[in-house]
């Protein structure tokens, strides 16, 4: 299979999720063997989206190099990495990425309606000498990398949440990942926005773009007071334990929207890899961890 890119480029704008600001994001083809980077606006610096470049996994994933950050950038790595995007350069003028819907949907859609370019070299993967895993004890997330013959990623998460309860999701070349990944959306719980609210976190969050899981009983009370925060008349509190603010598109959304994290974040690697990526209660900090000791293997 060749390397591929896009065949023009494609403009986003929106406001950040965690800093609030609004950004202009312009993401168009580039020459085969580049892959994917971060372009400022301003000078035209450029930066690998590279695990070597990541420098906070708080909430998101954000890179950065010399002076030049861009926060939340997992979504838009996963989309291009889901619809087969080798080479790319994402300009952007603001310190982080839109969230849009809180999903990869506007850039898949975008991407496919024109379909991608083929480049004439061929596309490279990896495969490892041996398994890298990697856990963290006090979270008790793992990820297990194993050599195979293609790629593909299995994952399970468990909040010990009633409302989640314990979900699974995969995907490997053979799933449409536009239809069965990139439309799902970031969650938070209910107990969390009041607190990221009340401590400025996430300046950008609105029900829009994002599912609320009410784990813990609430007041009208409170969820008025949520609403009038994300500039809501009325919203209310479900049967299954979520806000109304939306539906879900799968029972096992919000793990199909980790594994949308767990592909963007591993992408950092800079390149597939033929291998089984399996994880259990993943998060952006074990994730890029992962990318960073595929990279190092591919450097030997």
């Keep these: 299979m060749v390397q591929k890119t896009l065949k023009k480029s494609y403009t986003f704008t929106g406001k950040g999720l965690h800093t609030g600001a609004f950004s202009r994001v312009t993401i168009s083809p580039a020459p085969e063997g580049t892959g994917i980077n971060f372009k400022r606006q301003s000078d035209g610096f450029l930066m690998p989206a590279l695990a070597s ?5 708080a909430r998101s ?15 838009v790595l996963s989309a291009l990495y889901g619809v087969g995007v080798d080479n790319a350069v994402i300009t952007v003028d603001g310190p982080e990425m839109p969230i849009l ?6 850039y898949t859609e975008a991407f496919l309606a024109d379909g991608l370019q083929d480049q004439s070299a061929p ?4 495969d490892l000498k041996e398994e890298i895993y990697v856990s963290d004890e006090k979270s008790g997330s793992w990820i297990r990398i194993t050599p195979a013959d293609k790629p593909s990623f299995d994952l399970t998460i468990d909040f010990g949440s009633k409302v989640l309860g314990i979900q699974t999701a995969s995907y490997d070349e053979s799933v449409d990942y536009a239809s069965q990944i990139a439309v799902c959306r970031t969650f938070v719980f209910f107990h969390e926005i009041e607190y990221l609210f009340a401590n400025n976190l996430i300046k950008g969050g609105d029900v829009d773009n994002a599912i609320v ?3 813990h009983p609430v007041t009208e009370e409170q969820v008025d007071n949520i609403a009038a925060k994300l500039g809501k008349e009325k919203i209310s509190v479900n049967s299954d334990g979520y806000l109304t603010n939306l539906s879900l598109y799968f029972p096992n959304e919000c793990g199909r929207h980790k594994l949308l994290d767990l592909i963007g974040d591993i992408s950092l690697a800079g390149v597939r890899v033929n291998a089984r ?23 030997k």
């Design 53 to 57: 470049n990541v420098s906070s996994t």
């Design 123 to 126: 596309r490279q993967y990896i």
């Design 213 to 215: 899981v009410v784990e």
């Design 101 to 106: 819907d809180g999903s990869a949907r506007p």
């Design 61 to 75: 994933t954000k890179l950065t190099l010399g002076d030049f950050s861009v926060q939340t950038v997992e979504h």
């Design 277 to 299: 990526i399996t994880g259990y209660k993943p998060g952006h900090g074990i994730n890029t961890r992962a990318a960073a000791l595929i990279l190092q293997a591919t450097d």
